[in-house]
């Protein structure tokens, strides 16, 4: 047994700096250490367990400790722990896996380039909006639009189109030309009886008087997650991406969609942009697509994009951009495995099967008071948490009701991911019906307690 000074406890303070973590807080509270996990049950070092409700971070749809994939990553590691893609470079497990991807991929999607996460594609993804527009001779058409309350990475050029303040505070950012239209949040900023129609054509005429306020022709690309993740999984209203796609074609503007965590049948079909009508000239993946077991990302693109591209290599004398471990040989493995296990579960029969009791799990849930909305599709939802469920009001914002539930749960042994007033899940597709009505049970009891602190009852 450790002494306490001696403790991982005491050491993770003395030497780690963790991400998207209040720094001063950590030293007085220390780390959550998890020991292992299995399924969709995640054990701490002391013994207590969790029903993960939200797949890790969107990320491992198969649950924890996939035997398939250990296997996958061992035995590719024995035989070929490295090589990288680099000048004419090329390696098996990533041709097979690219060709599988395309196969899967809306028909519009052509080639594939590999990274190690997601915002390392989405990075990628900027880079090649800015070198199709100077293929085209238009290097003024740069700007790219975003949506508050989007999350589209940490890097420097993600984080960017990131629609989260505390992300830019302090940090210099976002750069320039990267700008930010109205979060799609019917339930919150709908005008008295505006129907989700009318609501998405206001956003869509937002957007468009945006883009002719800064000119078209700076704009080059609008970025969008089809279902908004770590905005507390914020469905878009009805109608509202054939409107924005409607704009970005009058002004010649690219459509990135940023399929981190809707891709691989999350949203109820293989991809986002099939749920919600969407036809992107790029796209990123990563999350689901090695179901988190080992990094790996990848950005997905049209035809034009990649004749833009050679036109582009052939002008500077190469593609110079790459990274060392992209397309890795045993993430690219352990991912082949993944789509293999999916195929083999029959991905979209499974997840509607899932998705029905998800449904009657949560609309159940709606009964609470503190639950004003639900929003959900396949394996995703978010519910927004409302002062008054009679008239819909809403907490006053920063009141982070959310941590509140997040923290109930923790005790009644329940994880799930929070962003201001709503809850989200994510459930991997491993799990059993009678752990989604076992999230049922953990999420009330905490919705209770929460609601007796505020309201006193
Ligand atoms: C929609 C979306 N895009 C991009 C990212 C960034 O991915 P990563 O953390 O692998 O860089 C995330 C991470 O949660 C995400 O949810």
Not at 105 to 127: L, R, W, Y
Not at 235 to 245: I, M
Not at 264 to 274: A, L, N, Q, V, Y
Not at 425 to 431: D, E, W
């Given at each position: 047994m450790d002494s306490l000074a001696n403790s991982l406890a005491a050491r993770d303070i003395a030497h780690l700096v963790h991400p998207q973590t209040n720094l001063q807080l950590h030293l007085e509270q220390g780390p959550a250490i998890v020991d292992h996990a299995s399924g969709v049950w995640i054990y701490d070092d002391e013994g207590n367990s969790f029903l993960d409700s939200v797949s890790g971070l969107w990320c491992a749809p198969l649950g924890y400790a996939p035997e398939r994939l250990a296997r996958a990553a061992y035995d590719q590691m024995r035989k070929l722990s490295f090589a990288h893609l680099y000048r004419h470079n090329s390696h098996e497990p990533a041709i097979e896996l690219a060709e599988k991807l395309l196969s899967i991929a809306p028909k519009s999607m052509s080639k594939v380039h590999f990274q190690s996460t997601g915002s390392e594609a989405n990075d990628v993804a900027i880079k090649l909006v800015w070198y199709y527009f100077n293929a085209l001779g238009r290097p003024e058409k740069r700007k790219i639009i975003s949506r508050h309350g989007a999350y589209h990475g940490s890097s420097v050029a993600a984080v960017s189109l990131t629609g989260k303040p505390d992300m830019h505070a302090q940090f210099n950012l976002p750069l320039d030309g990267f700008l930010h239209v109205a979060c799609p949040h019917y339930f919150r900023?709908?005008?008295?009886?505006?129907?989700e129609h009318a609501y998405a054509t206001r956003l869509a005429d937002d957007l468009e008087a945006l883009i002719v306020e800064q000119d078209p022709d700076t704009v080059a690309a609008f970025f969008a997650e089809p279902v908004m993740g770590a905005g507390g999984a914020i469905l878009p209203p009805e109608g509202y991406f054939e409107k924005v796609q409607g704009v970005l074609r009058k002004y010649d503007i690219l459509f990135v969609a940023d399929e981190v965590i809707t891709g691989f049948g999350r949203t109820g079909k293989m991809w986002g942009c099939e749920r919600f009508s969407i036809q992107p000239d790029l796209m990123s993946c990563a999350k689901a697509l090695s179901a988190g077991a080992l990094p790996i990302s990848a950005l997905l693109m049209s035809e034009k994009i990649y004749q833009a591209m050679l036109l582009q290599s052939e002008r500077t004398g190469q593609f110079a951009h790459g990274h060392t471990f992209a397309g890795h040989p045993a993430c690219a493995a352990v991912a082949l495995e993944t789509l293999k296990i999916y195929e083999e579960m029959d991905l979209l029969a499974h997840i509607a099967r899932l998705s029905s009791c998800f449904a009657d799990m949560l609309e159940g849930i709606c009964s609470h008071p503190l639950v004003g909305d639900l929003a959900m599709t396949g394996l995703i939802a978010g519910i927004e948490l409302v002062k008054d469920k009679g008239s819909g009001e809403l907490f006053p914002a920063g009141m982070n009701v959310g941590v509140k539930v997040a923290e109930a749960s923790r005790r009644h042994g329940l994880l799930h991911r929070y962003a201001g007033n709503r809850i989200a899940f994510a459930p991997a597709y491993i799990i059993s019906q009678d752990e989604i009505g076992e999230i049922g049970v953990r999420l009330r009891k905490s919705l209770d307690e929460v609601h007796a602190e505020l309201c006193g009852k």
């Amino acid at each position: 047994m450790d002494s306490l000074a001696n403790s991982l406890a005491a050491r993770d303070i003395a030497h780690l700096v963790h991400p998207q973590t209040n720094l001063q807080l950590h030293l007085e509270q220390g780390p959550a250490i998890v020991d292992h996990a299995s399924g969709v049950w995640i054990y701490d070092d002391e013994g207590n367990s969790f029903l993960d409700s939200v797949s890790g971070l969107w990320c491992a749809p198969l649950g924890y400790a996939p035997e398939r994939l250990a296997r996958a990553a061992y035995d590719q590691m024995r035989k070929l722990s490295f090589a990288h893609l680099y000048r004419h470079n090329s390696h098996e497990p990533a041709i097979e896996l690219a060709e599988k991807l395309l196969s899967i991929a809306p028909k519009s999607m052509s080639k594939v380039h590999f990274q190690s996460t997601g915002s390392e594609a989405n990075d990628v993804a900027i880079k090649l909006v800015w070198y199709y527009f100077n293929a085209l001779g238009r290097p003024e058409k740069r700007k790219i639009i975003s949506r508050h309350g989007a999350y589209h990475g940490s890097s420097v050029a993600a984080v960017s189109l990131t629609g989260k303040p505390d992300m830019h505070a302090q940090f210099n950012l976002p750069l320039d030309g990267f700008l930010h239209v109205a979060c799609p949040h019917y339930f919150r900023d709908r005008r008295g009886g505006e129907s989700e129609h009318a609501y998405a054509t206001r956003l869509a005429d937002d957007l468009e008087a945006l883009i002719v306020e800064q000119d078209p022709d700076t704009v080059a690309a609008f970025f969008a997650e089809p279902v908004m993740g770590a905005g507390g999984a914020i469905l878009p209203p009805e109608g509202y991406f054939e409107k924005v796609q409607g704009v970005l074609r009058k002004y010649d503007i690219l459509f990135v969609a940023d399929e981190v965590i809707t891709g691989f049948g999350r949203t109820g079909k293989m991809w986002g942009c099939e749920r919600f009508s969407i036809q992107p000239d790029l796209m990123s993946c990563a999350k689901a697509l090695s179901a988190g077991a080992l990094p790996i990302s990848a950005l997905l693109m049209s035809e034009k994009i990649y004749q833009a591209m050679l036109l582009q290599s052939e002008r500077t004398g190469q593609f110079a951009h790459g990274h060392t471990f992209a397309g890795h040989p045993a993430c690219a493995a352990v991912a082949l495995e993944t789509l293999k296990i999916y195929e083999e579960m029959d991905l979209l029969a499974h997840i509607a099967r899932l998705s029905s009791c998800f449904a009657d799990m949560l609309e159940g849930i709606c009964s609470h008071p503190l639950v004003g909305d639900l929003a959900m599709t396949g394996l995703i939802a978010g519910i927004e948490l409302v002062k008054d469920k009679g008239s819909g009001e809403l907490f006053p914002a920063g009141m982070n009701v959310g941590v509140k539930v997040a923290e109930a749960s923790r005790r009644h042994g329940l994880l799930h991911r929070y962003a201001g007033n709503r809850i989200a899940f994510a459930p991997a597709y491993i799990i059993s019906q009678d752990e989604i009505g076992e999230i049922g049970v953990r999420l009330r009891k905490s919705l209770d307690e929460v609601h007796a602190e505020l309201c006193g009852k």
